[in-house]
């Protein structure tokens, strides 16, 4: 075994290599492109964009220390047949959901879209979760996945921080798993989202898991690779 600590709020994040994972979730073109859904929405992507050199980082360090590396992206079938009609409706969106959008039909699996960006693309060895829902445990088959490869701690990055990372963190605070999440490798549209999204995790002793940055991530990663 070979175990590392990152430094961390509210205390240090103690971690194995070989029962580790890092959750890349949701870094799709339609969410942090310009052009995409999210920009079509009215929101400004350059505030997610910013996640992405940190992640690019933290995923690097991850692959040269040998951890498992997982990657989610929101979406639903081509017929739509998992697609809630409360989460169609939601919003009252002129073009929604299985619409056609500036990347292809909205948040629907196989379309441009609905893809990793390439900065991030899973590399083989990687899977990639599609999950219907926000959290990245519902509805897929990520429990069983981090169970059949003994993992119990996640790092967790991606978008947006206060939607589909808190509520995976949440989903994996249930079932047993500890979850940090570098701050500067999540982002929001609305940034004081994600400074609250940020202080729930970690308040109250790390009532859902840890908070640390990208810096103390691979440092951690690395020291721990290196076996010292």
Known sequence: MQKGTIQA????????????????????RDFVEPGGFGEML??????????IEPCKTV???????????????EGHRPDLADLQPAKK????????????GPMGRILVRGEVGHDIIPE???VAGEPVVDK?????????????????????????????TEVCVHTTVREANDRGFNALVPEDCTASYFPEFKRVA????????????????SKK????????????
């Open 120 to 122: 991030l693309y899973p």
């Open 89 to 100: 409706e939601r919003g009252h969106l002129d073009t929604g959901i299985g619409d056609v």
């Open 198 to 213: 940020l202080e729930m995790i970690k308040a109250q002793g790390g009532i859902f898991g840890w908070v640390s940055d």
């Open 132 to 160: 219907p829902g926000k959290g990245a445990f519902y509805d897929t088959d990520l429990l069983g996945i981090l169970r059949n490869r003994n993992i119990k701690t996640l790092i967790v990055c991606g978008v947006t």
């Open 9 to 28: 709020e509210p205390y240090d994040f103690e971690f194995d290599l070989d029962t580790t994972a890092l959750v890349m979730i949701d870094m799709q």
């Open 59 to 73: 995923l690097e360090a991850a692959r040269k220390a040998g951890i498992f590396i997982i990657h989610t992206r």
């Open 42 to 51: 009215g929101n400004d992507v350059s505030l997610l964009r910013s996640s």
């Open 217 to 228: 991530v691979v440092a951690g990663l690395q020291k721990a690779a290196a076996g010292s």
